[in-house]
């Protein structure tokens, strides 16, 4: 099985920083509707609330950004080791059907079996006579 090797998908950024843009130019657009509406009293208390309100709508924004980029990479990644397991997997079972054939082989193949009976074994008993001369 070969390393897998470090992906980066391209993201689509672009829909993320025009978002990004978009909502900082809302915000700046109401900041100075503000000023324009109410141009002799004091606008602090709302510029605060704007501000507060575009931050973290930026923020999150980025955040989505990152975390689809996150979500894109490691799903190549994840893609690519089930690609690998799958080989690994196709391999070993081409490798057991190749073992299984043989095995059939082998247990097909007969030899002849030769059968070993038992002969019997005469020994003639020899008696000595002493002749005397």
């Known amino acids: 099985m070969e390393a897998v090797s470090q992906v980066?998908?391209?993201?689509?950024?672009?829909?993320?920083?025009?978002?990004?843009?978009?909502?900082?130019?809302?915000?700046l657009l109401a900041i100075f509707g503000v000023f324009l509406v109410r141009p002799d009293k004091d606008n602090s208390a709302i510029i605060t609330i704007i501000i507060g309100v575009i931050t973290p709508t930026s923020v999150t924004i980025l955040a989505f950004l990152k975390s689809s980029d996150t979500h894109l990479t490691v799903n190549s990644l994840f893609?690519?080791?089930?690609?690998?397991?799958?080989?690994?997997?196709r391999q070993e079972a081409v490798a057991e059907e190749r073992q299984s054939v043989k095995d059939r082989l082998a247990a097909s193949v007969t030899t002849p079996e030769i059968v070993l009976?038992?002969?019997?074994?005469?020994i003639p008993k020899v008696t000595a006579t002493v002749v005397k001369k």
């Open 8 to 27: 980066s998908p391209p993201t689509n950024i672009i829909k993320y920083i025009v978002s990004a843009i978009v909502v900082l130019l809302l915000g």
């Open 79 to 89: 893609d690519k080791v089930m690609e690998a397991a799958k080989a690994l997997a």
């Open 117 to 122: 009976e038992e002969v019997p074994v005469v």
